[in-house]
Structure formats: structure tokens, C-alpha cells
């Protein structure tokens, strides 16, 4: 899935992860095969860096979306592109909740299996009647539903929803029961790395798989990461509470954007929601379809800085990023109301440094620390009166 963005400016995504994760994502996003990309520490690590290239790729593009959710580990994407989390936290904090599940798989070995063509309280009932280790793992759709557990629960489960109408069942490739009890042991661990982690308030709405709901306090996402282990995934309803409705009722201009491998996520939201227009990108073509998609226009108008410098607004100074990169402030660098020089050294964006090219009172900061910057965004906000 990786093979097609190796020459894309955004692959430099790839590099930082792999450092960050002490990991060589690039060999598991153009050449490891399907059983290697199967275990849980190896898929988590390299959806969320692919997830990340792409979004980077659409940012260079000056397209930002407006709000956000992600599925399971794409949740972690979701709260990346929020701001929430930085770039080189968010990869670690992947790594390990991808150690944690794995480790968790191979104490109880478990299976996920989609159930589709009934409602998800059928499923649910189905999974109560089986009598055994199997939960309601994913509410993907209206009418599809994932359960997970012991295998030889989840087959008695599987027959009995056959029995209430269930039109069709297939087995998810996939390392572990997850989002069910089985997960237990990796939210212990989960746990003791969120609690190293800092989580800003996002800057971008993010709607919660856990209830579905979106949360603006950072300090909530270390429940509600933790929490997301052991409880099914509200995706059904996410999508719903991401059109802005309490029925189904979609406003024409709403555009859904997958970033990332595969399109089941698409695929998920046109089930939810017909009359939706919806996208996915995960190959660099599909950029100039989004870029069309939004326009109108066919041709692909990419965001192009030529110059380095700050945009102006009668007394206040908006810094901007040099380049494309995780940016620092300057340790022991000034904080907001603190008066600065021209020059004056406010932080880092990868290698780059970024100084004040006026002088004047630090009103705050527009970029949280670690996070990953497009070139020419706004990162300082100076007032100069």
C-alpha cells in the first residue's frame, strides 16, 4: 500500500515514524506480505503512519477537514490530525497499544467475524443466546455488525443469528478478539503509557468510538482511549453524530473523506448514509479527486509557498512554518504575553529553526508542541502594537 508514495514529498512521514517507533514502517507498507501485516503489532503501527501519510499529503494540498473520527486504531489518527497529539507520541503510543493487543491475543487466543443483513440488536441478542465467551464488537452499520470472542463462541453465535435472519457472515483477518474482555490485559498496560502522555484539547472536533460523542478536553481521551479496548466500536453512530444528526437526514454538501488503506470505512458510511458523497485516498490519483470533488475543478491546484515570512493584519503577526515538520518551541523560549525581538529563536519545525521577523508581545501559540505543520501554517501569533 505504501509502494505508490516512495517518490510523494509526504513519505518523509514514513522516515520520522520509523524512527519514533524504532521500527522500519517503510519495509511493512511496500514489503511485507499479508501474515506479517496480520499481527496486531505490525498492522497498528503501519495503518496509523500510512493514515498519517495521506493526511499529510491532503494538508499539503491546504485542505483540512472540519471534524473527525477514526475507527479503532484510526482513532489515534483522528486525535493526531486534531492536534491533539503530538506526531512522535502519537506513534509510540500506536506501537505499544499494538504490543499490548498482541500480547493480550496470544494469552486469549480469540476470532471477529462481520454479521450482516440484520440489525445490530439481533446480532446482540444472538450473542446472549450462544452462552458464551462472544461479544458485539463493531456497530459498523445499520445492518452489519462485528462480533468477536473464544472461536467456538462466536460460531454458536454465528448460527444463531443465521437463525434469526442474518443474510451473511465472513471472518475479519485480524490478530485477536478486540474491543471484547479478551482485550483486558492490553488496557492495563494501555493504561501506564497514557498516563506518560500528554493529550491536548483538540483543535478539530473528534467524535468518541467508545459513546460516540465528541469530547474537548484532552485530559477525557486517556478514559476514553483506554476504555475504547474493552468497549465495541459505536462507528454507526459516530457517522451519524459526524453528519450533525439525530436522524437521518444529511445536509447535500457534507463530504466524508477516508484517508487511509482499503475503503471499508467508505463503504461503511454510504450504508449509513445513501445520499452521502464519499471518498476515499489512499493512493497519490486519488488526491486530484478529492481536490476535484471539492472544486469543481478537475485540476489538481496544489498549495505552493515561495516565500518565507509572516501574514500581516494591522498590529497582529501570524509566524508561519518554514517547512513541513514536528515543531518544538524553543526550550526556555518565551510563553505567552512575554515581549520578543526580532529574531528572537521561537522554536524548531524538524531541522528549521523558526525566528520573529518582528518584534512584539507572544499572544499564544497555534501549534501544540510536537506537532506535526504543513509549510506556512500559522504556528505564532505575535501582537506588535
Request: proline share 6%; aromatic share 6%.
Amino acid at each position: 500500500m505504501g509502494s505508490p508514495w516512495v517518490d510523494h514529498p509526504s513519505w518523509e512521514v514514513v522516515e520520522e515514524a520509523s524512527v519514533a517507533a524504532d521500527r522500519d514502517v517503510g519495509h511493512l507498507l511496500t514489503e511485507a506480505g499479508e501474515a506479517e501485516l496480520t499481527e496486531t503489532r505490525n498492522a497498528q503501527v503501519a495503518t496509523f503512519t500510512f493514515s498519517l501519510l495521506v493526511l499529510d499529503a491532503v494538508e499539503r494540498l491546504g485542505i483540512e477537514p472540519t471534524r473527525l473520527a477514526g475507527h479503532s486504531v484510526g482513532e489515534y489518527t483522528a486525535l493526531a490530525a486534531s492536534g491533539a497529539l503530538g506526531f512522535e507520541e502519537s506513534v509510540r503510543l500506536v506501537a505499544e497499544r499494538g504490543e499490548a493487543m498482541q500480547a493480550a491475543a496470544d494469552a486469549s487466543p480469540g476470532v471477529m467475524t462481520v454479521v450482516a443483513g440484520c440489525p445490530a440488536d439481533t446480532v446482540d441478542i444472538a450473542c446472549r443466546l450462544a452462552d458464551g465467551e462472544v461479544w458485539v464488537a463493531n456497530f459498523n452499520g445499520p445492518e452489519e455488525t462485528v462480533i468477536a470472542g473464544h472461536p467456538e463462541s462466536v460460531e454458536r453465535a454465528v448460527e444463531v443469528a443465521m437463525e434469526m435472519g442474518a443474510k451473511r457472515t465472513f471472518a475479519v483477518r485480524v490478530g485477536g478478539a478486540f474491543h471484547t474482555p479478551f482485550m483486558a490485559p492490553a488496557r492495563d498496560r494501555l493504561r501506564k503509557m497514557l498516563a506518560t502522555v500528554t493529550i491536548h484539547d483538540p483543535d478539530t472536533p473528534v467524535v468518541a468510538n467508545v459513546d460516540s460523542r465528541f469530547h474537548h478536553r484532552g485530559e477525557d481521551w486517556k478514559v476514553l482511549l483506554s476504555a475504547q479496548l474493552c468497549s465495541p466500536i459505536r462507528w454507526y453512530q459516530s457517522v451519524l453524530r459526524l453528519a450533525g444528526l439525530d436522524d437521518v437526514h444529511l445536509d447535500p454538501e457534507t463530504c466524508f473523506v477516508e484517508l487511509g488503506p482499503g475503503d471499508s470505512l467508505r463503504s461503511m458510511i454510504a450504508a449509513t448514509l445513501p445520499s452521502a458523497t464519499t471518498l476515499t485516498i489512499s493512493t497519490p490519483g486519488d488526491l486530484d479527486v478529492l481536490v476535484g470533488a471539492l472544486t469543481g475543478d478537475d485540476a489538481l491546484h496544489a498549495y505552493a509557498l515561495d516565500h518565507q515570512g509572516e501574514l500581516l493584519y494591522v498590529s497582529e503577526r501570524v509566524v508561519i512554518s518554514p517547512v513541513a515538520g514536528v515543531f518544538e518551541p524553543a526550550p526556555g523560549g518565551p510563553g505567552p504575553g512575554e515581549r520578543i525581538e526580532v529574531g528572537t529563536r521561537l522554536g524548531t519545525v524538524g531541522q528549521d529553526e523558526v525566528l520573529a521577523g518582528f518584534g512584539g508581545r507572544l499572544e499564544g501559540w497555534l501549534a501544540h508542541p510536537g506537532e506535526r505543520v504543513q509549510a506556512g501554517q500559522p504556528i505564532v501569533w505575535l501582537h506588535t502594537a
